[in-house]
């Protein structure tokens, strides 16, 4: 039976912005960087999210990019954030050396990011096959956890995934 907490969550550290504010929060008291500094970066990351989510998911089908492709993506966008005056440079390598080492929600350092869905790639196939499974096992129970009369799986027992 698929449980709900096998079902895909958020990354541990919630989402790259979270981990973005939580890190360079960090930085602040730990007298890194200055309030100010924290303020352009993350107005900086705000517009590289709008940007990204502007310009629509990857393909479908197309292979995730490697941690060097990240990185030089991410640093292009860094470059129009300098060039539009969000961030000065040093601010803006400070950001690369965050997303190389991972404090942003970035690729692992010196991995690629798994596919999306698993090992297979496919969460959807993944998730059917495992309802088609459960299905097939020939034990259904009704709402208040009763073991039900209707046989659900012999509907499906001729499918094939």
Do not use: C, W
Not at 17 to 43: C, N, P, Y
Not at 130 to 147: E, N, T
Request: glycine share 12%.
């Amino acid at each position: 039976m698929m449980q709900i907490g096998s079902m895909p969550m958020m990354p541990p550290g919630g989402s790259p912005r979270d981990q973005a504010v939580t890190s360079l929060s960090a930085q602040v008291e730990a007298g890194e960087i200055s309030t100010e500094d924290q303020d352009a970066m993350l107005e900086a990351l705000d517009a590289i999210h709008a940007e990204r989510m502007e310009a629509g998911p990857p393909e479908p089908g197309s292979a995730p990019p490697t941690q060097e492709e990240m990185l030089a993506n991410f640093e292009s966008m860094l470059a129009e954030q300098v060039e539009a005056g969000t961030l000065d440079q040093e601010q803006a390598d400070k950001l690369a050396e965050m997303f190389e080492e991972g404090e942003l929600g970035g690729p692992p350092p010196g991995g690629q990011m798994p596919p999306p869905g698993g090992e297979g790639g496919n969460m959807m196939e993944d998730f059917m096959s495992s309802l088609l499974a459960q299905l097939q096992s020939g034990s259904s129970y009704d709402g208040d956890g009763s073991q039900s009369t209707t046989d659900v799986a012999s509907l499906l027992a001729d499918y094939t995934a």
